[in-house]
């Protein structure tokens, strides 16, 4: 990164918003001051009653859970266990993996959502419910933990090796999450707990949804004897979530382009770029400017493999939103024990969340057109070694658009299982079980462009931009961004269907333990699994209404839904070293109207419903294959996805307890055998064949998109997966552990479609008539045919374990992975009229590429629990992952590559843009807990980091996106009134951590969200 980003000054830029999240963390230390006195006193009494009885409660015990259940575990795992549900120390699953070591999040909405293991991404790793694999709406393999509330789990783990009998996908590692069994915790409790949320951020709404969100919880879990039918056990709980997510952003367009970054005074000139004369027919965005990148095979040279460039989005962007989120959530689970031979157990989740934002945008359109001052004179650019745009000057049109966006997501798991204990040595048990996903995505925006003499048409106006730090900032000449009069041209109205997702997967397995005689082998597990994965998904259906210049009725129905007062104040001023808005006349003076951090903004639905003459409405998934003339623009059937994934494995696995010389060890070994395979559906134009009437020459391909044909593609492949692992005992507190495992990560579902889209362009330089003759260029939207990445994997780690509240852990791992992913163009065959047609099908694929990954991870807990009074309470857990690997992965758009000519030459591609590393991959993950525990008062102070890291997009995953180093801090501070009720409050994001986004280089910026700290009050009731 360079070194301008690297001094960015974040305490000067930072210090008003820390200062004040340094206020509210500040709430957190009356109690403690209060409390803790009083708390060592009656810890003190409680010791002196009774010396041989210490209960050990809160974080503490929590964190004693966790360093027995990674003791006793045969694999390399990391856990967070507790007694019960409800007592999880985080308001997210995500956020509290997050504390386990080697475990980051991505951050959506200001909450953790994605986790990522040992610094690799989720697609590197998989997640399980129960055992069973867990559905998402995202289109890749991960999941959005947000969607689930802490309170539904008790054991949360993450295995870093892998062993036969687990289900395979985690090259990074396993994330399995438990919930509890009624009969094993084995006493009846009802539980309610209500948590106010309270977002500083909210107070500088003008308009917000709520002043105060709230979470409450209910449970109950009970167990009693059935007569004549043995035990029964039923644990059920419910939630409901009503919140607020104030963000703050300024972005880029997620595009970028490449310019000769060179004056020159002729468009026609070879050299010609940006820095020009201003010819709106030769900019970048018009393709003009462009560097030539293929190496021209005459002279082994690529012609601007040395040119100076810039890169350059088409649009910049203010946004300000108000949010909504609102989930229901329900749980339940049924254990019944006929007799001492069966346990049969059944479990149902289900979450249902309606996330919706108001957005209100100013968009500078013509960043393409740089360099061009309201006079047509040059004016310099700030760059970047690397090409990244530091600031410049447009002459082009601003836009106010105000958005309803809304964003529906429902899950819904569960299954039914079986265990049954033939004999004492041998048990067989059967589970069933479902996950399903469905995501939906609706936006609907009102638009109006800038106006500056009052007639018709949309007048351009000098803007000049500057990127400063975490977020750029906009200079306006003579134009009033607040005044409404100077946006009254250009109405356009867009329905969309956004998204449309639906993942699926149903699965059973059957498994037999059996126990051999004594001996080394302790007992010998094995097993069979069927699943079948099914995902689709629909391209964006868009409804696109443009208008003429408001007519005076809509005019006056607009003007109704004008906001009186901008919906924010102190928009972006915790990352902005002033205004992000300035206003100056031609003599550079600034003006006071315009300055500062606000615009026009509507009401969007009231605003859309006035520019339309009617009440907006969405399309339907159905509505993807109207024509543009029926419907609109943007919706394109041919990049529907519908994938069936169909996998069969089987495993056989030893567990052993023994000794090796004088060392007892104990761990296993196994094989898993893995069968896929995989059908991806799609649709095609009917293609035909154009020919000269007079020569019969074939002069193109036809593409008829109204009549679309289904079509199908299938790719298998199977995989063996080895493992073993093994614990050995070198003292009574001091183990080591060592694994060597095969493990495998397939490819997203939302990669895997079949969708081809064919261009103008063939090859038929010798005027043949002959289909066979000619080359054809094709688009995929995915590919069915992709590879599951693999990788061999190393372990070791040393673990001393000197009492129940100490360990120090350090382990060093090592990944060989056989595969990579780059895009390439293959042939592909097509049949045109009867005829077989060669095309070369630009898509991605999997590579034959070695590439490695090494790491280190520590992690230390400790309790001061001898130290006098009130210093026992002191303890602490910290963790550290480091992780360095070789993989390169290059930008689809200005990376190195290899492009397949019409006539199928190769020509290799000079890249611009260095490679990124493996998605997801942070160099360094650290997390710190310090907690004071005593008595009936337990409070936490966290602090999680996470370097900077590749992020793909789903829609485009070749287009490099970096998001920055993160450090967040939270508190917890909870105090147990008595046995059955305790208070508690918790904070997180207390110092308003931005994430800052880099595209498609790490100092190009891309997009600043800032979302603000968010302080949560509860009580809750136990009994």
Excluded at 57 to 70: L, V
Excluded at 420 to 433: G, Q, R
Excluded at 544 to 558: F, I, K, M, Q, R
Aim: charge should be negative.
């Amino acid at each position: 990164m360079s070194n301008l980003h690297h001094t960015k000054g974040h305490f000067e830029v930072h210090t008003p918003r820390k200062l004040k999240a340094l206020l509210l963390a500040s709430a957190f230390l009356p109690a403690v001051m209060i409390c803790s006195p009083a708390m060592a006193q009656q810890a003190e009494d409680a010791a002196s009653e009774d010396d041989d009885v210490i209960v050990v409660e809160g974080t503490r015990r929590t964190i004693q859970n966790s360093i027995d259940a990674k003791r006793e575990a045969n694999n390399i795992v990391d856990a967070l266990t507790v007694d019960d549900i409800g007592d999880i120390p985080a308001l997210s699953i995500g956020e509290a993996l997050e504390t386990l070591t080697g475990a980051a999040s991505h951050r959506e909405q200001g909450g953790a959502t994605e986790i990522a293991v040992r610094g690799l991404g989720p697609f590197l790793g998989s997640t399980v419910i129960n055992g069973r694999e867990a559905a998402n709406g995202s289109g890749d393999r991960s999941v959005n933990f947000s969607q689930f509330p802490s309170e539904l789990f008790n054991k949360l783990e993450i295995y870093k090796t892998q062993e036969a009998s687990l289900i395979e996908g985690g090259v990074s590692g396993q994330i399995a999450l438990s919930t509890l069994k009624p009969l094993d915790y084995g006493k009846r409790r009802i539980q309610g707990e209500l948590k106010g949320e309270y977002h500083p951020d909210n107070v500088d709404l003008n308009n917000n949804e709520r002043d105060l969100g709230y979470r409450g919880t209910f449970s109950i879990v009970d167990n009693f004897d059935v007569e004549g039918m043995g035990r029964l056990g039923f644990s059920f709980g419910v939630q409901t979530r009503r919140t607020t997510n104030p963000e703050q952003e300024a972005r880029t367009s997620s595009g970028f382009r490449d310019c000769r970054n060179v004056v020159s005074g002729d468009p026609d000139s070879d050299d010609f770029g940006v820095d020009s004369l201003g010819d709106a027919d030769q900019n970048c965005d018009s393709g003009g400017g462009d560097l030539v990148l293929e190496v021209d095979p005459a002279t082994g040279v690529a012609p601007d493999a040395d040119t100076p460039f810039v890169l350059v989005s088409s649009q910049r962007h203010f946004r300000q939103n108000i949010t909504d989120d609102e989930r229901d959530s329900v749980f339940g689970a049924v254990q019944w024990q006929p007799n001492d031979r069966w346990d049969i157990n059944a479990d149902f989740e289900y979450s249902d969340r309606t996330f919706t934002e108001r957005r209100s945008d100013l968009t500078i359109d013509g960043n393409s057109l740089l360099n061009v001052g309201e006079d047509g004179e040059i004016v310099p650019l700030s760059v970047a070694g690397s090409g990244a745009l530091l600031g410049g000057t447009t002459f082009d049109g601003a836009e106010i658009s105000s958005q309803y966006a809304e964003r529906l997501e429902e899950y819904t798991g569960g299954g039914i299982s079986a265990s049954y204990d033939v004999s004492d040595k041998l048990t067989v048990s059967a589970d069933l079980s479902y996950s399903d996903t469905s995501r939906r995505e609706n936006i609907i925006q009102a638009r109006l462009r800038s106006d500056t003499d009052g007639d018709t048409g949309s007048e351009d106006i000098f803007v000049g931009f500057d990127v400063q730090g975490d977020v750029h900032t906009f200079t306006f000449r003579d134009f009033d961004v607040t005044d409404p009069n100077n946006f009254d041209v250009g109405p356009r109205v867009r329905e969309d269907l956004n998204q449309f997702r639906n993942n699926t997967i149903t699965a059973f397995r059957t498994d037999f333990d059996y126990a051999p005689d004594d001996g080394f082998v302790t007992n010998v597990l094995g097993g069979l699994r069927l699943s079948k994965l099914e995902y689709d998904s629909v391209p964006r259906v868009r409804r696109e209404t443009d208008g003429n210049p408001l007519a005076v009725g809509d005019a006056a129905a607009a003007a109704a839904c004008l906001n009186n007062v901008f919906p924010e104040s102190g928009f972006l001023s915790s990352v902005a070293n002033g205004p992000v808005i300035t206003n100056i006349d031609a003599n550079g003076n600034v003006l006071p109207n315009g300055t500062g951090g606000s615009w026009v903004s509507y009401d969007p639905l009231c605003l859309a419903e006035a520019l339309l003459g009617r009440a907006p409405g969405i399309p339907g998934a159905g509505d993807v294959f109207l024509s543009s003339s029926e419907l609109g623009t943007g919706q394109n059937p041919l990049q529907i996805v519908d994938v069936e994934e169909e996998t069969l494995a089987g495993y056989l696995q030893a567990n052993y307890n023994g000794t090796l010389g004088q060392y007892p060890v104990r761990g296993n070994f196994g094989v898993r055998i893995v069968d896929t395979e995989v059908t991806s559906n799609g649709f095609r134009g009917d293609l035909t064949i154009d020919r000269d009437t007079t020569t019969g020459e074939i002069t193109g391909i036809g593409v008829d998109n109204s009549n679309l044909i289904r079509i199908q593609d299938k790719h298998s492949y199977t995989e063996v997966l080895p493992s073993a692992n093994i614990v050995v005992d070198l003292q009574d507190d001091l183990l080591f552990r060592g694994a060597i495992f095969r493990a495998l990560s397939r490819p997203d579902p939302s990669d895997l479609g079949v969708g081809r889209s064919f261009g103008t362009d063939i090859d038929n330089d010798n005027g043949s008539t002959d289909v066979a003759d000619i080359v054809a260029q094709v688009q995929g939207f995915g590919n069915p045919k992709l590879d599951p990445l693999l990788s061999w994997n190393l372990d070791a780690a040393l673990e001393w374990y000197p009492n129940p509240d100490t360990i120090l852990a350090v382990g060093l791992y090592y990944k060989s992975f056989q595969g990579g992913f780059s895009n390439v163009g293959q042939f592909e065959t097509f049949t045109v009229d009867g005829e077989d047609l060669q095309a070369i099908v630009t898509t991605q694929e999997t590579s034959d590429e070695e590439n490695t990954i090494t790491g280190i991870e520590v992690t230390a807990a400790h309790s001061f629990n001898y130290l006098p009074g009130a210093w026992s309470g002191l303890g602490f857990k910290l963790s550290y992952n480091y992780a360095d690997s070789d993989f390169e992965f290059e930008d689809a758009q200005f990376g190195a590559s290899t492009v397949i000519a019409s006539d199928g030459t190769e020509i290799q591609r000079v890249g611009i843009v260095p490679p990124a590393n493996v998605p997801g991959l942070s160099e360094q993950v650290a997390s710190a807990q310090v907690y004071y525990n005593i008595g009936n008062f337990d409070i936490q102070g966290i602090y999680k980091y996470r370097s900077e890291y590749f992020q793909q997009f789903i829609s485009t995953p070749g287009n490099l996106r970096y998001i920055d180093d993160t450090s967040i801090y939270e508190a917890r501070v909870s105090y147990q009134v008595n046995d059955n009720v305790r208070l508690s409050l918790e904070g997180i994001n207390l110092f308003d951590e931005p994430r800052v986004q880099y595209n498609p280089t790490p100092d190009s910026f891309a997009e600043v969200n800032v979302y603000g700290p968010r302080l949560f009050f509860g009580v809750r009731g136990k009994f």
